[in-house]
């Protein structure tokens, strides 16, 4: 059965950084391209960036030059480095991985940015 559990998820202030983790089990972790999306309340769950299985990297414009996507394969964890954090940035937080026809979601992280 696929798992992932988030965290890292904190409150920040305007210009500071967090580091989100995802620890998945259940999967063969390697294979797998791994996500992370964020929710807004009120707004739909939007896609932040993508790591393949091969470590290629994409990421939504909003986050393009201030988040990074890493993977380590051994601790089967993927993560999410945020620098230059924006009030626009708080959300929930999930980790996401699409096996075949399904899409497999954690509980997701709060992550507030506020003075």
């Known amino acids: 059965q696929v798992h992932l559990v988030e965290s890292g998820g904190d409150l920040v202030q305007p210009g500071g950084s967090l580091r989100l983790s995802c620890a998945a089990r259940g999967i063969i972790f390697r294979r797998y391209t791994m996500g992370w999306y964020r929710q807004a309340p009120g707004k739909q769950r939007d896609w932040v960036a993508t790591?393949?299985?091969?470590?290629?990297?994409n990421y939504a414009d909003s986050v393009k030059g201030r988040f990074a996507i890493s993977r380590d394969n051994g601790k089967n964890t993927v993560y999410l480095q945020m620098n230059s954090l924006k009030p626009e940035d708080t959300a929930v937080y999930y980790c996401n991985v699409p096996i075949g026809t399904k899409n497999y979601w954690g509980q997701g992280t709060q992550v507030t940015v506020s003075s």
């Open positions: 790591i393949t299985g091969g470590n290629n990297t």
